[in-house]
């Protein structure tokens, strides 16, 4: 019985390799896809970009160590010693000799030089558990890379924006950008630099509860059937592919100084236009059309939906930094109000695909993510073709965004929450689940 376990064991372990070199190579085709077109309309795109955190200056210190802190998560704790030592001490020779040139400060060579170096060893030893981990860890930093390149081609195929139909749709919900932009300048710079930080540290977080549950994976213990990477992954994916349909800017940039002169006026945030003759507007060749839907709501939203059955702390650190983005994405100009609320459509139907892979495609999943997806498409063909009646009657059309919004949160919940016997995990962990899945049964 023993000898047929260990055969099964290893017939999974080369299953598992085999997945993992075709998603290696899917991974390689896509980012070379995105260099090609990088080149050809004269871009540096992602590769330049994975140069320089590897010998040159990184962009962000905080992803790259993020990586590897996630990629560690499948070693034992003697190669995490020896790793984070490493990457240290790469780190620390990396800024003195920048800062005794005269370079500006900074980290993350040491992080993605390790992180390279063990996806080397581990795939030598063919240790499934570390390649998965890194891999884990490999895709942020390579998603980053890639959602960089993706935003300079929205500038390039939509040169002009929609942002008159989203702001006008957008009375509907009152401007939020508007009063949320006032309501920050009344609380002075300090709240400002607090969410200022929260917002561009969101993959830190991400790593943070992602590390909590995959933790002990290293020492044996079953993977997590799902967990929050594979969600930021999937919205990181599909999101871009809107600010092609829907291309907007962001009130600051829109109706504000930061238009550089491609702005309709100076208007935000004292004061909230009301055209009712829409048109799109054409815009610069460096803003990103990376407004509609927000991302930083759909993974923020991820991330609460993820924390809730942690500790304490978890759960009030995912709420937390769900509410800080909100007022953020608002009070900073980045988004509409329109655009959270089909971020968080876009993150409960994609965690909907993703969420209790062992209950398969059942009525529950299927009566979901379609409904969540014509929930999608009807908010954004409302926004552009129905904007005029929507912005010119709020009392009506506000409570129905709303409602809509609302209705997709009520239907997530009642499947993956509180439906009886929507428990598919153990709550120990033993069947993969963690403590992040569904809540168990009553009559259990």
Not at 192 to 215: D, E, F, G, M, N
Not at 255 to 266: D, I, R
């Amino acid at each position: 019985m023993l000898q047929g376990d260990e055969r099964k064991a290893s017939v999974t372990g080369r299953t598992d390799l085999r997945v993992y070199g075709l998603g290696a190579i899917a991974v390689v085709l896509f980012v070379g896809a995105l260099q090609l077109a990088a080149t050809i309309k004269g871009f540096p795109g992602p590769v330049p970009s994975l140069w320089n955190d590897l010998v040159g200056t990184p962009k962000s210190m905080a992803v790259p160590w993020g990586g590897l802190a996630l990629a560690l998560v499948g070693v034992n704790a003697r190669t995490r010693i020896w790793a984070l030592s490493l990457a240290v001490a790469i780190d620390i020779v990396g800024a003195v000799l920048r800062l005794d040139a005269g370079r500006p400060f900074a980290v993350g060579n040491g992080a993605v030089i390790v992180l390279a170096g063990l996806a080397m060893v581990t795939a030598w030893r063919r240790d499934v558990s570390g390649i998965r981990s890194i891999c884990l860890g490999g895709l942020l930093i390579l998603a980053t890379k890639a959602g960089d390149a993706w935003l300079q081609i929205t500038t390039i195929a939509r040169p002009y924006v929609l942002d008159e139909y989203a702001q006008l749709a957008d009375h509907a919900l009152g401007n939020p950008s508007w009063m949320v932009a006032s309501g920050l300048e009344m609380l002075g710079p300090g709240a400002y630099a607090v969410l200022h930080w929260v917002y561009i540290q969101l993959p830190v977080a991400a790593i943070a509860i992602a590390i909590y549950q995959l933790r002990g994976v290293a020492s044996g213990r079953q993977w997590p059937s799902h967990h929050l990477v594979r969600t930021f992954l999937l919205i990181g994916l599909v999101g871009p592919i809107f600010y092609i349909l829907f291309p907007v800017v962001g009130p600051m940039f829109a109706f504000g100084p930061a238009g550089e002169g491609f702005q309709v006026a100076n208007l935000w945030p004292t004061v909230v236009p009301f055209d009712t003759s829409p048109s799109a507007i054409a815009f610069d060749a460096e803003t990103p059309r990376n407004c509609m839907p927000s991302l930083h709501t759909a993974w923020a939203l991820s991330l609460f939906i993820h924390s809730r059955r942690g500790p304490w702390w978890l759960r009030w650190g995912g709420t937390a930094w769900l509410v800080c983005t909100l007022a953020a994405t608002l009070g900073f100009g980045y988004h509409y109000g329109v655009d959270l609320v089909a971020g968080v459509v876009l993150c409960l139907t994609l965690e909907s695909i993703l969420r209790d892979p062992e209950r398969g495609w059942d009525s529950g999943r299927i009566r979901l993510v379609a409904y969540g997806s014509a929930v999608m498409v009807t908010l954004l063909l409302s926004y552009r073709y129905l904007a005029v009646p929507i912005g010119t009657y709020p009392e009506l059309f506000g409570p129905a965004i709303l409602a809509l919004m609302a209705s997709v949160v009520v239907m997530f919940y009642a499947t993956f929450f509180a439906a009886p016997g929507s428990a598919l995990a153990i709550r120990d962990g033993r069947a993969g689940g963690e403590m992040f899945s569904p809540a168990r049964s009553p009559s259990r």
